[in-house]
């Protein structure tokens, strides 16, 4: 049984940073593809940023570009995202999602977050002004 779990949201000042980890289990980490998707309250899910299991690069949202990063840890099948200066409008209820492989490139995926089987159950995320 696959389970996918979040930790790291809280509150926090604009400008300010937080680290979202992500631990998948019952599947092979290191084959998966993984992704960090986002919704805020009367707004539709986004696809923050999403990884591939290869050396392809990955895939972030224009609207995080530059300011957040993706990475995993195969050993720990652990997922992170880095989240620096952070403003009001990332404030939303933050998801990992992970499908066992793929073959195609992450911006493929983000762009399609019905293709993720396997869900978090979020952890929020509230930038203050």
């Known amino acids: 049984q696959v389970q996918v779990v979040e930790s790291g949201g809280g509150l926090v000042q604009a400008g300010g940073s937080l680290r979202l980890s992500c631990t998948a289990s019952?599947?092979?980490?290191?084959?998966?593809?993984m992704g960090w998707f986002r919704q805020a309250p009367g707004k539709e899910r986004e696809g923050v940023s999403c990884?591939?299991?290869?050396?392809?690069?990955?895939y972030y949202a224009r609207s995080v570009a530059g300011r957040f990063t993706i990475s995993r840890d195969n050993a720990k099948n652990t997922l992170y995202l880095q989240m620096n200066n952070l403003s009001p409008e990332d404030t939303a209820m933050y998801y990992c999602?992970?499908?066992?492989?793929?073959?195609?490139?992450?911006?493929?995926?983000?762009?399609?977050?019905?293709?993720?089987?396997?869900w978090g159950q979020g952890t929020q995320v509230t930038v203050s002004s």
């Open positions: 999602a992970a499908r066992p492989s793929g073959v195609w490139s992450a911006d493929y995926y983000c762009a399609r977050s019905a293709t993720f089987p396997y």
């Open positions: 019952g599947l092979t980490f290191d084959g998966a593809v």
């Open positions: 990884i591939t299991s290869t050396t392809s690069r990955p």
